[in-house]
């Protein structure tokens, strides 16, 4: 079985070309889930409109309605408000899209050079994904405790993004206990609270430093709020991916609709995140080279405070300090005092060490 220490040394995993994990660019997902309302052209629409915005991938859901839910099993609250079909089934069923669609969709995203990316909710998903060549599995939160999904899926010897909402962290250890045990070490973790929307007050953000220190991989951000503060807020706190599900019209009948992004608003939070990630810089304090002009024009210099014969001893009354910051620092004071005026120094005349003998 595999052990976890309570501070593993951190790591970073491949998706495609791109390595995912501290220090790297924020790898973001655009979670266009079932928005495409069981039609393959509105999501292909959604990949083109995923690559326009900025998102590194598109990530759709694929499932068997008849293999994950009973035909009596209810909805949850937020399908209740976004469809009317009768039972869980029927709503599934109508978004499922065929293994051809799936293809068709693949081949798009290829064309359009993003990734594709999908969450399986059944084996014969997985197994379709694998035939896609899709670059990592995502496992939803729903499944983190369906361990035989996880372990098939991690047969299949890709990088897993396991979402973590509904889960505790027992939970989470048993999960990457199965995908380890398969060989699969290239894991990355996604805080997650599964309601849509979530309220701000229950996102606890700060379950990412948790799960960073808990099990020492990279950890991302699966966002349900609304808007774009808490994905944003997400990356300053060292998020290392953000998938954020989005639509082209938030009117739209469906079960996600309603929590999603439409494209402006997704554009304007990779915008946001892009800018973070410049802002955030590496960590080393140091001056800028914009602070040059800034530095000589606003620091202080030491000056003469009234006219200082030539040969006349320096006294720190003599002294003052004032702007420009081109002379000698006032942290040198000490070593002028004490010392003699090579020549007649005049009342705010900046000293330097020419000038003294």
């Known amino acids: 079985m595999v052990s ?3 501070m593993a040394k951190m790591k970073t995993t491949r998706i495609g070309n791109r390595v995912i994990g501290a220090e790297h660019p924020v790898f973001v997902i655009a979670e266009a889930g079932v928005n495409h309302n069981g039609k393959v052209n509105l999501a292909k629409k959604l990949i083109d409109t995923a690559k326009k915005i900025g998102a590194d991938a598109v990530k759709f859901q694929v499932f068997k309605a008849e293999a994950i839910v009973t035909k009596t ?3 949850a609250a937020h399908q209740k408000r976004g469809a009317r079909d ?3 089934y029927e709503m599934l069923k109508k978004l499922e899209l065929t293994e051809d669609e799936f293809k068709q969709l693949a081949a798009h995203a290829k064309r359009r050079n993003i990734v594709f990316l999908a ?3 059944d084996k014969e998903s997985v197994d379709l994904l694998d035939e896609l060549n899709v670059p990592a599995f995502k496992v939803p939160s729903a499944e983190i405790t369906n361990l035989p999904l996880l372990k098939h899926i991690a047969r299949k010897g890709k990088p897993v993004i396991i979402s973590t909402g509904m889960s505790n962290l027992g939970e989470i250890k048993e999960a990457l206990e199965a995908i380890k045990d398969e060989g ?3 894991i990355i973790l996604l805080h997650c609270v599964s309601n849509y929307p979530v309220k701000v007050e229950e996102v606890n953000l700060r379950a990412m430093k948790t799960l960073t220190q808990t099990f020492g991989l990279p950890v991302g951000f699966s966002d349900h709020t609304l808007g774009i503060t808490v994905p944003i807020a997400a990356v300053v706190l060292g998020a290392a991916v953000i998938e954020k599900h989005f639509t082209l019209d938030r ?3 469906g ?10 608003e997704f554009r304007q939070m990779v915008n946001a995140i892009r800018g973070v990630e410049k802002a955030l810089g590496d960590g080393i304090k140091r001056q800028t080279r914009s602070e040059d002009e800034v530095k000589k024009a606003l620091r202080k210099s030491v000056v003469a405070k009234v006219e200082i014969p030539r040969g006349t001893t320096i006294t720190e009354k003599m002294l003052d300090v004032k702007r420009p910051g081109t002379g000698m620092s006032p942290r ?5 005092i004490g010392r003699k005026a090579k020549k007649r120094i005049k009342p705010d005349e900046l000293i330097t060490f020419q000038k003294l003998m």
């Not at 079960?255 to 402006?264: G, I, N, V």
């Not at 040198?332 to 002028?336: A, L, R």
């Open 86 to 88: 009768e039972s869980q």
């Open 119 to 121: 969450s399986a909710y």
């Open 73 to 75: 099993a209810e909805k």
């Open 251 to 253: 009117t739209l009948p």
């Open 4 to 6: 976890f220490g309570a």
């Open 184 to 186: 699969v070490k290239d």
């Open 255 to 264: 079960p996600d609709h309603m929590a999603s992004l439409e494209p402006a």
């Open 332 to 336: 040198d004071i000490n070593k002028i």
